[in-house]
């Protein structure tokens, strides 16, 4: 599948989608991290689409680093607007399809309770939807 996209967008796609799910795991320390992040991935490797394409590649150039989900959000939530705004540009389509892929993957993250989440989990949620829709 031909890219519309530059390296460089392709490692902040995958450090917003990638990195959703680590602050959704980040979120659920108290309770069942592996598994949010387990969910979350197999959502995200789902993906179809060029977005699909991106995110299956070996996310070289993806730093996820952070000493505090402080940290990591610092990097993520404004990667989630970046990699919005640029697919806007780029195809309206794909860019709907990297917001319900980011949407599936933290909803399974979210998933791994019984219920609804937590006030931590649906906070999260609420700060990630928000850097998706601010593009």
């Known amino acids: 599948m031909p890219s519309i996209l530059t390296d460089q967008d392709k490692i902040t796609l995958r450090t917003a989608a990638w990195g959703a799910v680590s602050l ?3 979120a659920d320390a108290a309770g069942k991290p592996h598994k949010a992040a387990t969910h979350g991935s197999v959502a995200l490797a789902s993906a179809t689409g060029l977005v699909g394409h991106v995110l299956a590649e070996w996310p070289k150039g993806v730093n996820l680093s952070g000493k505090s989900v402080a940290e990591l959000a610092d990097l993520v939530l404004p990667a989630l607007t970046t990699a919005m705004s640029r ?6 389509a794909e860019a709907d399809n ?15 309770h019984r219920g609804e989440p937590g006030p931590t989990l649906a906070g999260m949620i609420r700060k990630i939807t928000a850097a998706l829709d601010a593009a």
Request: proline share 4%.
């Open 24 to 26: 959704m795991a980040a």
């Open 98 to 112: 990297f917001r319900r892929t980011v949407t599936v993957a933290v909803e399974a993250a979210a998933q791994t």
């Open 87 to 92: 697919l806007k540009q780029q195809d309206p």
